[in-house]
């Protein structure tokens, strides 16, 4: 059968076993209520019914790797993907409580950034090819630190689209179309939002198609967003990140 959510959240963010243990301590009061007097009990305050970092050192410290707080450091991935709010609570985010309760969707504000994809057309023999040829580069990738970006090269948007789609397709990943347009301009908000798309990238098991993007933004995301990642242009990128080209030539024929 399927791993219990809390397992598939542990592969995918590469938690710790004290991740682990903070997350379901958290999750605890969505499935019985009365945990919350248990936690003010525990912490001898009546009015703490919540969970508490300094509770969940105290409890589970001898499950992390080292030094127990440095689990909720902003770069570490209890934080970094908004699994849990760090404040005087300690708490799932509802996202997350969804999940690990057996409900999966597109986190609201992700969406208003994201539509899905689909693609009716017809896949000429020359793009047959091309989509065949990155399915096996995409297969045979590995590594989870370096995800690759699908650079599609020298085609039209609707060949574009039609591309995306196919490969997506063939690998089980849902595809959405990412509007760069409308990305936030400031530094903090946008590295924010990139982060949340990777979490849902690997919460959804999906690839972002970037549309209405300048060459300055796609630059600053194929950088910033470690996601897989489609996008076009006329000539091939030259980046500092591991590329799958998908180059589709005007005449038809690939090269």
Partial sequence: GMPPPIETLARLFRLEPFDREVLLL???PYIDATFERLYAYVQDDVTRRYV????????????ASGLAWMRFAPGAPLRRFSLVTFETALRLTQRVADYLLGINYLDEQA????????????????????????????????????????????????????IANEVCSRLGITLFALDAAHLPVAPGERQTLCRLLEREAAMLNCA????NAEAGVIGELIRDLSVLLFVRSREPFAINRTLVTATVPESGAES
Avoid: K, M
């Fill in 26 to 28: 958290c999750l605890a």
């Fill in 52 to 63: 508490t970092p300094e509770l969940a050192v105290r409890l589970f410290s001898q499950h």
């Fill in 111 to 162: 969406g208003t950034y994201l539509r899905p994809l689909t693609s009716a057309a017809s896949i000429a023999l020359e793009e047959r090819e091309t989509i065949e040829r990155v399915v096996r580069r995409l297969v045979a990738w590995s590594s989870r630190s370096d995800v690759p970006v699908v650079n599609v090269s020298g085609a039209a948007g609707a060949d574009y689209w039609c």
């Fill in 208 to 211: 972002y198609c970037l549309e």
